[in-house]
Structures are given as C-alpha cells and as structure tokens.
C-alpha cells in the first residue's frame, strides 16, 4: 500500500512511534533525482506520473518509477456508471 503524507502528517507520525526500522524508513530522504526519472516518463491520457513519486533505483542505470495507469470500470469487469458517475454496484465477492 502506497500513502501519500505531508510533512506535518508525517511529523506528528514520527512523535508517535518509538524509534526502530520504521521510524528509520519515514526519515530517509527522498532520493534527489526522483523529478528527473519522473519527467522522463511518456505519459498519455491513460498514464500518468507524479513528480514526487517513488522510485526504486535498480543495479544499472535506470529505476522503476511508480505511475498512474487508467483502468475502466468496463476493463475492470465492473459495472458502467450510471449518469451521475455513481457506479451501478454488482456483488464481486471472492
């Protein structure tokens, strides 16, 4: 699961917890060149990338940069929405 916190969110979280792996892991800095891989992404009307987005460096020279792909509700197998944008519910339990 991905969540995006502001600053202050992410304070007040840090003043919560004790300190440990997780605390560690909400302090490391964002790595610097994130905008740059960012930016390099294609984008188009089905995809779509953040400019603080999460990056994750591989051991040559690139990274995977976390995007925004469009899914329909009809590419979902979901029910279209009715006028209202209100989607018509089906049950889809596992």
Partial sequence: MWIRLE?????????????????????KPVDPDTAAFAAAVQTSDDLEVDLDTIISRGEDDG???MTWTWVSNEGAGLSPSNDDGEEL????SI
């Avoid at 600053?7 to 302090?27: F, H, T, V």
């Fill in 89 to 92: 519910h089906q049950d889809h």
């Fill in 7 to 27: 600053k202050n969110e992410l304070d007040l979280i840090l003043k919560s917890i004790p300190e440990g792996p997780l605390a560690e892991k909400l302090r």
């Fill in 63 to 65: 990274a995977f940069v």
